[in-house]
């Protein structure tokens, strides 16, 4: 089992910054992927950035150029730098954790923090 611990949500101004932490503890396996989804209601949860533990990164279109994940892999810590919020990025941000361990693979996630950007 992962238990991961999400920190940094809020209430911010459109074209502010915010930064969502995310711990993560438990059975943690070397190589991993952990990232930042969101989700609005109505809607699916949709991959915001994603980072593995070699640091490969992805990101949403949506979000490129003003967003950043970057990890801590010592720590078992991955973090969303978000700059220039938009009202559109308003949504629950949930942290996840996913490993394949014996050929199948498991997912985690956190219990999610809101973020809403509003003036």
């Known amino acids: 089992q992962v238990q991961l611990v999400e920190s940094g949500g809020g209430l911010v101004e459109p074209r502010g910054s915010l930064r969502l932490s995310c711990a993560a503890s438990?059975?943690?396996?070397?190589?991993?992927?952990m990232g930042w989804y969101r989700q609005v209601p109505g809607k699916e949860r949709e991959l915001v950035a994603g980072?593995?533990?070699?640091?490969?990164?992805q990101y949403a279109d949506s979000v490129k150029g003003r967003f950043t994940i970057s990890r801590d892999n010592a720590k078992n810590t991955v973090d969303l730098q978000m700059n220039s919020l938009k009202p559109e990025d308003t949504a629950v941000y949930y942290c996840?954790?996913?490993?394949?361990?014996?050929?199948?693979?498991?997912?985690?996630w956190g219990q999610g923090t809101q973020v809403t950007v509003s003036s």
């Open positions: 996840s954790y996913a490993a394949i361990v014996a050929g199948d693979e498991h997912v985690y």
């Open positions: 980072i593995t533990t070699g640091g490969l990164t």
């Open positions: 438990g059975s943690i396996f070397s190589l991993n992927a």
